[in-house]
Nanobody
C-alpha cells in the first residue's frame, strides 16, 4: 500500500511563500502521476496541480497559474509544490495523491492519498 506523506504547511502572511513536499519512501515513485488538491472548510476538494510520471507534463488550476509551481525529484521520491504570492483564499488543507493511471485535476483519478497539511494565509 502506497503511503504518501505531505509536509511543509504553516501560517504565512498574504504575499508570502511556502513549499509543500509529498514523499513516499520505499516505493517506485516514477510509476505514479502525482496531484495536489486542497479543501477549505465547507467546500469540496479541488484540484490544484498535477505532474506526470516523468515530470515532463504539468497542469494547474486557473486560480493558481503563475503563482504555484509543481516539480518532482524521482531520485528522492518527492514531489514539491512551490506556492508564491499566497492569498487568504489559498487557505485550506492541502493533500497530495498518486495515480497509477492517467493524471488530471479530478480527485477520482487518484488511487492513494496523503494525510494533508494545513496552509493558512492570514495577516
Amino acid at each position: 500500500q502506497l503511503q504518501l506523506v505531505a509536509s511543509g504547511g504553516g501560517l504565512v502572511q498574504p504575499g508570502g511563500s511556502l513549499r509543500l513536499s509529498c514523499a513516499a519512501p520505499g516505493f517506485t515513485w516514477n510509476y505514479y502521476a502525482i496531484g495536489w488538491f486542497r479543501q477549505a472548510p465547507g467546500k469540496e476538494r479541488e484540484g490544484v496541480s498535477c505532474i506526470s510520471r516523468s515530470g515532463g507534463s504539468t497542469n494547474y488550476a486557473d486560480s493558481v497559474k503563475g503563482r504555484f509551481t509543481i516539480s518532482r525529484d524521482n531520485a528522492k521520491n518527492t514531489v514539491y509544490l512551490q506556492m508564491n504570492s499566497l492569498k487568504p483564499k489559498d487557505t485550506a488543507v492541502y493533500y497530495c495523491a498518486a495515480s497509477g493511471g492517467g493524471y488530471g485535476l479530478r480527485p477520482n483519478q487518484y488511487d492513494y492519498w496523503g494525510q494533508g497539511t494545513q496552509v493558512t494565509v492570514s495577516s
